[in-house]
DNA sequence: GAACGCATTTGACGCAAATCAATCAGGCAA
DNA sequence: TTGCCTGATTGATTTGCGTCAAATGCGTTC
């Protein structure tokens, strides 16, 4: 009924389409979340972490394809299974709601991000979110660890692969972040980076 | 504890940043729900019509705004009252988690239109997912009503007012629609607009 | 029906980001 | 160490859409 799992990296555990029969919660590493065109062209519409729920879908069908990025473990359940545990224990689905809410919550947020924001604002405002969400682990969190390629903040922020890693450029000239390693960035002025990201 | 009002058109009923200590369910008439950056611009997160519910954030602020289309009438509950009636109705729980699983979905299929979709593309989206909400009305439904300004349109789709036009002028032009009010638009050839859309 | 105001359309031009194209840097196997 | 492969950066050029500006159409009031 719940089958612990792993995803080696890069193999895509949930593809947009398919019948939409389990239901999944991360227990380690991280996942990509994204829709696609028929032409390739990709939207990734999120990074799910440990403690992340991914399924939730009313339809039969996925709404979006899950690849990982680093190896993902992760617990399933079939949609039957999560029914009856939703009938047992009701603060499951108050649970359930509250994650839902927050993730509409981000996705507006994300919204505004890719109608509105400048190339810029978008790799700030990502910096900065990155941030908040490690901000649980290393203690001075200016230190933000990116697990994902620049192809993938591209897809992310609608931007290409260029723009971001000249935009990241940029903002290291203006002394607003370091980049010691490609997916190691060090915020050096916070409040100029807020500045930056489209002052929300 | 719950109140029946009326937004007249053009008044904003809720404010993003304001405490949130309501919950809303629109019963008549369409509101548009957008995000503010500090300089004016401005995303449409998405149109409410009747039987929407709005506040759902768990945040203890409104994520966005509404504002009345047309007139909108609404009914308006304290958040303590959803509580109480959350715990006395289980099943008006079940409905909310649905309802914000499909608001997530709709959501995420937005972001893959503002963040990888051409102009042209996103408004051969828009108005052929306006034809399916409205399916239910007319019986043709090739009708489709804008009840929403070209400003509006566009700040939904990031896109300008003036590319909104163009771009309708375009598809006119193509044959795929007619426009015989600017507020009213006929789909002449709705494969051939399927099409445009982005083949999704 | 004349005159005003607002939304929409149309036109000319500019620019931010995409595209096309090398080049560079780091990890890994031989 | 050398060579290769993959991902990132940097540079040159193009372009789709935005900006600025003017014209058109339509509903409303006088």
């Known amino acids: 009924m719940a089958v612990t799992s792993t995803a080696e990296q890069g193999r895509t555990f949930i593809d947009e389409g398919d019948p939409a029969d389990h239901f999944f919660n991360i227990t380690s590493g991280t996942a990509r979340l994204f829709k696609s065109l028929p032409d ?9 972490g440990r403690g992340h729920f991914l399924g939730l879908a009313v339809s039969n069908s996925y709404a979006f394809s899950a690849e990982a990025i680093e190896p993902v473990q992760y617990c399933r359940f079939s ?24 993730e509409l919550v981000a996705a507006q947020e994300q919204m505004l991000l890719l109608g509105r924001k400048t190339a810029r604002e978008r790799v700030a405002s990502f910096l900065l979110a990155r941030r908040l969400e490690s901000a649980a682990c290393v203690s001075p969190a200016v230190h933000v660890h990116l697990p994902m ?5 591209a897809d992310y922020l609608g931007l290409t692969i260029e723009t971001v890693s000249r935009t990241l450029t940029g903002l290291k000239a203006d002394k607003l972040i370091g980049i010691p390693h490609p997916s190691e ?5 916070h409040q100029g980076l807020t500045a930056q990201a489209g002052g929300h």
């Not at 390739?40 to 799910?48: L, M, N």
């Not at 949609?79 to 927050?102: C, G, H, T």
């Not at 390629?149 to 903040?153: E, G, H, Q, V």
């Open 40 to 48: 390739g062209r990709r939207q990734i519409t999120g990074f799910a």
């Open 79 to 102: 949609r039957a299974k999560l029914r009856m545990m939703l009938d047992d224990f009701p603060a499951l689905e108050k649970r359930l709601l509250d994650v839902a809410s927050n």
């Open 149 to 153: 390629t620049r192809s993938d903040i």
């Open 185 to 189: 960035i060090i915020i050096l002025n």
